[in-house]
């Protein structure tokens, strides 16, 4: 194995796809705008939306007068305003109302449209006016009676979350990043990987590489080297884009909150780099092998496609709650990386269970190598045309 | 400089079964020579060119180049090739100065010595003008001289030509050609495929006619004629072909 032309050949590909629009497209430019626009815009919406709906939910329509000043007096204190209205069915699916109650024989009906957000929230308050009310009357009965408030809570429940800031925070971009850098990995990685295999078929200038004195190894090594610092690359934009999103307001609500302790320090974020190394090569060797069989370009889309396609399955279910690291999970590729992500940004990783993903991904990607090897020295691969 | 014995390179396809692509072949070529291989499509020409440049391997017979064994030494045999093919491309993203450079990396040439010789067959070919400029922005005739140069970076002792003028225009045929000639001048041992008679008649110091995978005759023109009974090589390979009276 001579590194100096496993050099010459990768700095070729490198200058190569650095040039080419379309790769930078696919490995910058969709991480780095794309990724940010779609979650800052998707927080500023949904935050756009829980606003206008709380806007909304004024008004509560009602079958007859009030009758209760208690009612009365908790549905002026939560700012609904009461519009008598005879059909509260249709009141309410024509928008002219956003919730309604009514009342028969002691029993109260609350009609919401759970479809949308503003009656949900006006339903939500017109509730808690009805408990206000229903809570003075049992106060006021038990007072009647000569028994104490406490009468009804003999003990108290509070719950308490054991895991920290930290570890929420962890939680939700351990989900997340799982996901999204996995996929990303994948579909940034294989257009780089087109390129320089079926693309070079296609554009007949594979020819000329192999009539040079660099063995078929010495190729596939400069070549896949290439396209893994395409695909990490891309892993490394979608890590820092997400971040910057989440942190500048991505998400709504207490999930905003909770972000706030998504673990960012140096040793957490070196861990789950050095976790996708393996990943990149193991994915670029796979796509390699698969696109230089392709006549040409189209026909290797619609081969890597649906391998991008799989690989959303285990990368969405490593990532989900529930889903613990155990020795067996970590032999699963793309399903181990996500789970052991997670698992570093929660900032509960063992030593163990690192070794053994980062050993069975090492394992994977130099099984995946050697295939992508193989498939480059079988004559019917190299030159079907 | 190149020996070919008996190689042959059999292969199984789906439609038609076993294809013996090349079939028991045997020639010689000499340092300072060009030698032909005629032969209508599918005859073999180009397989017969891509084992000796050791892209395919050989399923039977042997065959050296420059001395060195297509199976045993095939990383010596590649290192004393240029391989220039009419279909071949060029990387569109990149120069003809950066092309050159990375070719002759791959053969390992030393980088002073490769700069020199860039530079030099960037002026003998007279593409100053469009050294650093990418290659998809070039016409036909400067991509082909990019590609001949290609072919010489490492100066290699033996140059195996696939059709590569096929598809070109008269005046950029016309720099193959004469790059052809000055190779033969300077003691390279070229191997020429093609289809067009004219060419092969005018470069060719022998040539051998390849069809169904076997190597018809082989010799020089006066040879041909002699054997046939025909005057013009177009009349010799119809003959040989079975497609005319002999």
Do not use: W
């Not at chain 1, 896949?224 to 942190?247: C, Q, R």
């Not at chain 1, 004559?379 to 045309?385: A, D, K, P």
């Not at chain 2, 290659?135 to 970076?153: C, E, F, N, Y």
């Amino acid at each position: 194995m001579r590194l100096k032309l496993v050099a010459t050949i990768y700095r070729k590909e490198m200058t190569d796809l650095l040039r080419d629009r379309r790769t930078l497209l696919s490995m910058v430019l969709l991480p780095l705008v794309a990724i940010p626009a779609i979650i800052l815009g998707a927080g500023k919406f949904m935050a756009m939306s829980e606003k206008k709906s709380s806007e909304e939910a004024t008004s509560i329509g009602i079958t007859a007068p009030v009758q209760s000043p208690e009612l009365a007096a908790a549905l002026e204190r939560s700012g609904l305003k009461t519009m008598v209205v005879p059909d509260l069915r249709a009141a309410i699916e024509s928008r002219k109302v956003s919730a309604g109650v009514e009342e028969a024989a002691g029993i109260y009906r609350l009609l919401a449209d759970r479809t949308r957000q503003a009656s949900g929230i006006a339903s939500d308050r017109l509730q808690a006016s009805l408990n206000e009310v229903k809570e003075q009357k049992v106060l006021a009965t038990l007072a009647a009676r000569g028994l104490p408030a406490e009468a009804l809570q003999p003990f108290h429940v509070t719950r308490v979350n054991v895991a920290n800031e930290r570890k929420m925070g962890g939680f939700i971009f351990g989900t997340i990043v799982g996901y999204v850098v996995v996929l990303l990995m994948f579909s940034g990685g294989m257009y780089p990987t087109i390129d320089m295999t079926a693309g070079e078929k296609e554009r007949r200038t594979l020819e000329a590489l192999l009539a040079t004195p660099s063995t078929r190894t010495e190729i596939v090594l400069g070549k896949m080297s290439a396209a893994a610092t395409a695909t990490y690359t891309t892993a490394l934009m979608t890590m820092a884009s997400l971040v910057f999103a989440l942190k500048n307001g991505g998400l709504p609500g207490s999930a905003k909150i909770m972000s706030g302790g998504i673990p960012l320090d140096g040793f957490s974020m070196a861990l789950v780099l050095l976790a996708l190394l393996p990943l990149a090569v193991m994915a670029s060797s796979l796509m390699m092998a698969i696109a230089v069989t392709a006549r040409g370009f189209k026909e290797a889309q619609s081969y890597l496609t649906p391998l991008v396609m799989m690989v959303i399955f285990p990368a969405l279910l490593g990532g989900l709650p529930g889903m613990d690291t155990n020795p067996l999970s970590s032999l699963i590729p793309v399903f181990n990386t996500s789970q052991l992500i997670k698992s570093i940004l929660q900032g509960d990783v063992k030593v163990a269970a690192f070794a053994l993903t980062f050993g069975a991904n090492l394992v994977f990607a130099s099984l995946a190598f050697a295939f992508s090897v193989r498939t480059f020295n079988r004559e019917s691969v190299l030159f079907r045309t | 400089m190149v020996t070919v014995r008996g190689l042959s390179h059999t292969f199984e396809d789906k439609k038609r079964g076993t294809v013996r692509a090349v079939d028991d072949v045997s020639f010689e070529v000499a340092p300072g020579e060009i030698y032909g291989l005629l032969g209508p499509n599918g005859a073999g020409k180009s397989t017969a060119l891509r084992l000796l440049a050791t892209m395919l391997a050989p399923t039977g017979g042997s065959a050296t180049v420059n001395g060195f064994d297509l199976v045993q030494q095939p990383q010596q045999v590649r290192r004393s090739i240029g391989f220039l093919a009419g279909e071949t491309g060029l990387y569109a993203r990149m120069t003809p100065r950066e092309t050159l450079m990375f070719f002759g990396r791959l053969h390992e040439t030393p980088e002073d010595a490769l700069a020199r010789r860039t530079d030099e067959l960037i002026t003998r070919f007279e593409m100053t003008d469009f050294a650093d400029t990418r290659t998809d922005k070039l016409s036909t005739g400067m991509k082909q001289k990019t590609a001949i140069a290609r072919t010489l970076v490492h100066d290699p002792p033996v140059l195996i030509l696939d059709e590569p003028t096929s598809a070109l225009d008269v005046p950029t045929a016309r720099i193959i050609e004469q790059t052809v000639l000055e190779a033969r001048r300077a003691g390279r041992c070229i191997l020429y495929s093609t289809h067009v008679m004219e060419e092969a008649e005018y470069l060719c110091d022998r040539i051998g006619v390849i069809h169904q995978g076997k190597l018809r005759v082989s010799g020089t023109m006066s040879e041909l004629r002699q054997a046939t009974g025909k005057e013009r090589l177009r009349e010799i390979f119809l003959t040989l072909l079975g497609m005319e009276a002999a």
